[in-house]
């Protein structure tokens, strides 16, 4: 039996995931689907353009909408004591920092990410990026619309309860429960509680192997206006493996974001960039790119 849950998938403005756009919630009762809800947020932030590249929502279609405090108590009271699912960490971290930003304190929910439940059940598939399982499962989507995405998130969900033959509380014990209550992230089994804010899982991603570029492994560095997500299932959306630190055997390419020194003892440059740069004196061919140059050759790829 599928215990009831709550999908949620949300949009942000620009590279702060507090900066919410919109949210999309589809509830749940075991496998049957009870309602669907979403709302454009005004997040009171600048929209990058790679974000709305990414999700089409802009500036002016959000003027009229809501703040992230005004859909708050709402939110609060669907979500409190539910199983909550999504795709990767992302939409936890953003509730989590859009409620810091506003003086906010989620309720207590047992969070579950579904790509690694994927990555669980499924350990075969070339990929686990949302668009990828909706094309493998035939689930139909409209990814980044925030109401879409959490409904295939749970699709998804109910297909690998079914086929595990365990429950969401089961799957989420192996795989590590987010308690959202302050920000923490629970063990596995034991349940044992890390110090500290919780921030997105270090993303790995195989790649499309029917991809342009299949047989890349691309590593990522640094702050992105796509958001680190949305860049990762983009490289595997044209055939790179995404992996999340440098190796002297399989790194061909480094894609380098934003970086803030003064949060990094003043230091200009990452430790990976530094790395990738030792091993190209070496010889090595790795290709460092920036945001824009690998969302531009990415496009180049899909219409190739």
């Known amino acids: 039996m599928i215990e009831n849950f709550i999908a949620i998938d949300v949009e942000t403005a620009n590279s702060s995931r507090g900066s919410i756009c919109q949210i999309g919630l589809a509830a749940y009762r075991g496998s049957n689907r ?10 009171e932030q600048a929209f990058d353009e790679g974000n709305v590249r990414i999700h089409g929502i802009r500036s002016q279609d959000v003027q009229s909408a809501p703040n992230y405090p005004s859909v708050f108590d709402e939110l609060k009271r669907v979500i409190e004591g539910q199983f909550v699912v999504s795709h990767m960490g992302f939409d936890c971290d953003a509730l989590t920092e859009a409620s810091w930003r506003y003086g906010l304190v989620l309720p207590e929910t047992r969070w579950v990410d579904t790509c690694s439940v994927a990555r669980l059940v499924w350990p075969s598939l070339h990929s686990h990026a949302l668009n990828i399982l909706c094309d493998h499962f035939s689930i139909e989507l409209k990814h980044h619309d925030a109401a879409s995405d959490a409904v295939a998130c749970a699709e998804v ?28 992230r629970l063990g596995k089994a ?6 500290g804010p919780v921030y997105s899982e270090k993303l790995s ?6 991809g342009p570029l299949a047989g890349e492994v691309l590593v990522c560095t640094g702050d992105f206006t796509i958001g680190e997500r949305a860049l990762v299932e983009l490289a595997a959306s044209i055939g790179c493996d995404v992996e999340d630190r440098v190796t002297k055997k399989r ?8 970086r803030d020194p003064s949060k990094f003892n003043g230091k200009q440059k990452s430790n990976k960039l530094l790395d990738v740069e030792a091993l190209i004196a070496k010889g090595k061919k790795i290709a460092i790119l920036s945001e824009a140059e690998f969302v531009d050759l990415a496009q180049r790829c899909k219409v190739a």
């Open 34 to 43: 009870q309602w669907v809800w979403s709302t454009l947020v005004n997040p």
């Open 205 to 210: 991603m195989a790649g499309d192997a029917a």
């Open 157 to 184: 969900l109910t297909q690998a309860v079914l086929h595990a033959r365990k429950g969401i509380a089961q799957l989420g014990m192996e795989t590590g429960f987010v308690s959202s209550k302050g920000g923490r």
């Open 251 to 258: 790194t061909t390419m480094l894609v380098v974001g934003t």
């Open 190 to 195: 034991a349940g044992t509680r890390q110090r």
